[in-house]
């Protein structure tokens, strides 16, 4: 993936995250970021580990067994703490890596 691919698919991330939580249109980000790029945005789980998931990862908050944050995306915390880091990951590609 490109940088400007990998910033693309974060900035639709954030646009998809700071929507509110419905049962009926957002099962996407329902789970975990790793969920939402597979199932939303249809990257394959290579493209995830190798370009997307290391960047999101130095932001995470909790990491357990199945989230890199708290819980899941249902919860106001975990996409609070979600939406933060896609922000700090566009401001990494965006600002701090001209």
Same mark, same amino acid.
């Given at each position: 993936m490109t940088k400007q691919e990998i910033l693309t698919a974060f900035q639709q991330a954030e646009k998809d995250?700071?929507?509110?939580? *419905?049962n009926y249109d957002? =099962?996407?980000?329902?789970?975990? /970021?790793c969920n939402y790029f597979a199932i939303n945005q249809r990257y394959s789980q290579d493209n995830i580990e190798k370009y997307l998931r290391p960047l999101w990862k130095k932001y995470a908050t909790?990491? *357990?067994?199945?989230?890199? =944050?708290y819980l899941?995306?249902? /919860?106001?915390q975990?996409?609070?703490?979600?939406?933060?880091?896609?922000?700090?990951?566009i401001d990494d590609l965006t600002y701090n890596n001209k």
């Amino acid at each position: 993936m490109t940088k400007q691919e990998i910033l693309t698919a974060f900035q639709q991330a954030e646009k998809d995250w700071k929507r509110p939580f *419905s049962n009926y249109d957002n =099962f996407d980000t329902a789970f975990g /970021l790793c969920n939402y790029f597979a199932i939303n945005q249809r990257y394959s789980q290579d493209n995830i580990e190798k370009y997307l998931r290391p960047l999101w990862k130095k932001y995470a908050t909790k990491a *357990s067994f199945m989230y890199d =944050f708290y819980l899941s995306g249902t /919860l106001p915390q975990g996409r609070e703490e979600r939406l933060t880091a896609i922000r700090m990951v566009i401001d990494d590609l965006t600002y701090n890596n001209k």
